[in-house]
């Protein structure tokens, strides 16, 4: 609903302009009575953020200036899944369903384009967008909306979050009572054929694209091939270009233009007072590299972003093993020998930029006719206009790891004339298909150190810890190695580069980044019923293997009956999921994460020197120390530093982000935790 209580229009934009100049007035008759009124701390003496349910929450009159401060694009949060919330049987819920699960809406980026939206929706027993939503969001359409935004949030002490899309696990774009600043719509994009900051003078030129901060990849990558251009970023299209820049950003050219952050040139960046600087390497330095790879919430929001491009591939070429054995005895042999294998192609950035490792098991029938468990190797390498022979080399003593004709090596080749503007795709990025709405059951991510495999102890510590994994979720459900993740085995320009970032210095000697991930179509704000059992079935019913315990199959023939439209037995089969079968695997999942976290430490226990980590961007909501994992400490202490420099009040503070520790998480961050040794 509007701001004004109408039903048609979420935003302050459907009064007259007569109607917003008199309130407009009203509002600063009503604002000065207010200043009157309520005596209180000073913003920057006060503990905890002013909530809607607190009387330092800004009235009506004072929402009412800055919605005319922003030409009336000041949004009242409204939940994306209000029409199911009104009517579940309704078609209009029907529709809202099918947008959101991505089965065949009309949008296939319902969740994103909406204000309300995220393509995350939580994670369970962490949180949930049910609850942690914002009160008012702003639709950000210049620069001068942001800067609106981002005063009014700094002068009434607000709980102040950013998004584009909600490509985001961990609730960072989305708070419970805050002001939202939404960047989807700005879309800009302007190309470079040589590019310098003109704040460093006269110079050697790059060809460069400078992108507003609401561009998704799938905005930029087909655009940048139309022009014979590479830009580094995600693999996945439908992901915001803003953030994933600054948290570091891999792509499968990564190895060999490196990372995402590597290639930033300039942005401009609002400050928590709300002005506008210029970052680069001649001006504001500090912040410049706090914002590549510092990750959200350190010193400002970026509003628009110049990074290098580089030339499209004309070819790819790529190899990949598959392989099983039937004994579990042989598993750790079989791991050892991809991780040997990964060892050698992790250094290759143009044969094998690209590509990933995964392992678990599988079945197959027998020799007996019955079922039995294999244990499953997968390696495959993409290049840059790469040479299949060189790339078998590499593959082939896989063979030697499983039985005869228990493994395979496959060949693929895509060229640039395959290109077609009209159904853009290549194998550098993957088509997402459209947001499908999902919650997360648990994620974790783990550096893999290129030192630690190219041993023969190390190799057979993490094999015997992945087998380990193996044991503990049999089906290993959505693990593996994503080489592009990673920086080791970069050239030494690449390198020069990479140490004028706030990335962790591990990643110069990670072979990739391992990851477990999964997750669930749910919806938390609708009541249990056989409408939506049905709606998120078709996804949900596909993990029930993954999510056995011992009541399985007593669970599958309660929820087969909600299916049929026994609304009790979809009620009690909703519940089970929430209630039985998702705590239990969690359960599972913590060993896991204990299991890797000895195997793959942020610090050797014996040397004392760093050793692994975590992607800020794909990692545990639980992540331990994770100020090591994702910058190591030395780096931690300087964009602690420079956050107190530019954000001395902690405007910005998000999830396991730079300063976030000095917010207690019993307040969701949003009161000040006066126990911490210092706070910004």
Not at 336 to 343: H, I, N
Not at 371 to 391: A, H, M, P
């Amino acid at each position: 609903s509007s701001l004004f209580g109408g039903k048609e229009d979420s935003h302050l934009s459907v009064m007259s302009p007569a109607v917003v100049r008199f309130l407009s007035i009203l509002a600063v008759a009503s604002q000065a009575a207010q200043s009157r009124k309520r005596v209180s701390m000073p913003v920057h003496t006060q503990q905890c953020r002013c909530l809607p349910k607190d009387e330092c929450f800004p009235n009506l009159a004072l929402w009412t200036t800055l919605n005319v401060s922003v030409e009336g694009r000041l949004l009242r949060y409204a939940d994306i899944m209000e029409p199911c919330i009104a009517d579940v049987a309704s078609e209009e819920c029907a529709g809202c369903l099918r947008a959101a699960l991505g089965n065949g809406s009309v949008d296939n980026h319902f969740l994103s384009n909406h204000p309300g939206g995220l393509q995350h929706f939580g994670h369970f027993a962490a949180w949930n967008i049910t609850t942690d939503h914002p009160a008012y969001i702003v639709r950000a359409e210049v620069e001068a909306d942001v800067m609106a935004a981002v005063r009014f949030a700094h002068e009434h002490n607000l709980r102040l979050v950013v998004k584009n899309t909600g490509h985001d696990w961990y609730g960072r774009s989305t708070a419970a009572g805050s002001l939202m600043v939404w960047t989807h719509n700005r879309k800009k994009m302007t190309w470079h054929d040589s590019y310098s900051p003109e704040e460093c003078g006269s110079g050697d030129g790059v060809p460069a694209v400078t992108v507003e901060s609401g561009v998704q990849f799938f905005d930029l990558y087909p655009a940048a091939q139309d022009r014979g251009r590479l830009v580094i970023g995600g693999t996945c299209d439908s992901v915001g270009a803003a953030g994933c820049w600054l948290s570091g950003c891999y792509g499968v050219f990564s190895k060999k233009f490196g990372a995402g952050a590597l290639n930033m040139l300039s942005a401009r960046v609002v400050l928590a007072n709300g002005s506008v600087v210029v970052a680069n390497k001649c001006s504001h330095p500090d912040l410049f590299w706090s914002l590549r790879g510092g990750g959200g919430g350190v010193a400002g929001v970026v509003t628009e972003f110049t990074v290098r491009t580089h030339p499209a591939p004309r070819w790819m070429t790529g190899a990949t093993f598959v392989g099983n054995v039937t004994a579990r005895s042989h598993y750790p042999d079989l791991l050892r020998a991809g991780l040997k294998a990964l060892s050698v192609v992790a250094r290759e950035a143009d044969q094998a930029p690209n590509g990933g490792l995964g392992f678990g098991t599988g079945v197959e029938l027998g020799p007996d006719g019955t079922n039995r468990t294999v244990y499953k190797l997968e390696l495959g390498i993409q290049g840059y206009e790469s040479n299949f022979s060189l790339q078998k080399a590499m593959l082939e003593p896989l063979l030697e790891s499983v039985p005869q004709g228990r493994g395979t090596l496959l060949e693929s080749r895509w060229d640039a004339s395959e290109w077609d503007p009209k159904h853009p795709a290549a194998p550098w990025w993957s088509d997402s298909g459209g947001d499908k709405a999902a919650t997360t059951v648990s994620m974790m991510s783990r550096f893999i150190p290129l030192s630690y495999i190219s041993t023969e102890n190390g190799r057979r510590n993490l094999a015997d810890a992945w087998a380990q994994i193996t044991d503990e979720l049999p089906l290993t459900a959505g693990i593996g190695v994503m080489i592009p993740k990673a920086q080791g085995g970069i050239s030494p320009e690449l390198r020069a580069r990479f140490d004028e970032t706030a990335l962790n210095p591990v990643i110069l000697d990670t072979a990739g980044t391992l990851l477990q991930m999964t997750q669930l179509p749910w919806f938390d704000q609708l009541p249990p019923s056989s409408t939506v059992l049905k709606a998120i079935w078709p996804r949900l019913g596909s993990m029930t293997r993954v999510f056995t315990n011992p009541n399985g199959s007593a669970i599958t023939t309660v929820c087969e009956a909600g299916l049929q439209g026994d609304e009790a037995a979809a009620k009690r089969c909703l519940h089970a999921w929430e209630h039985e079968l998702v705590p239990e695997f969690q359960r599972r999942t913590d060993k896991v994460r204990d299991t890797l976290g000895k195997a793959l430490p942020n610090v050797q226990a014996m040397t004392g020197k760093p050793f692994s980590g975590a992607y800020w961007s794909e990692t545990d909501y639980f992540e331990r120390d994770f100020q090591l994992s994702y910058w190591g400490a030395q780096k931690y202490a300087k964009l602690l530093d420079i956050k107190a420099r530019y954000d001395p009040r902690g405007l910005f503070v998000c999830r396991h982000c730079v300063g976030s520790e000095f917010w207690t998480e019993a307040s969701h961050l949003n009161c000040r935790n006066t126990s911490a040794p210092s706070a910004p």
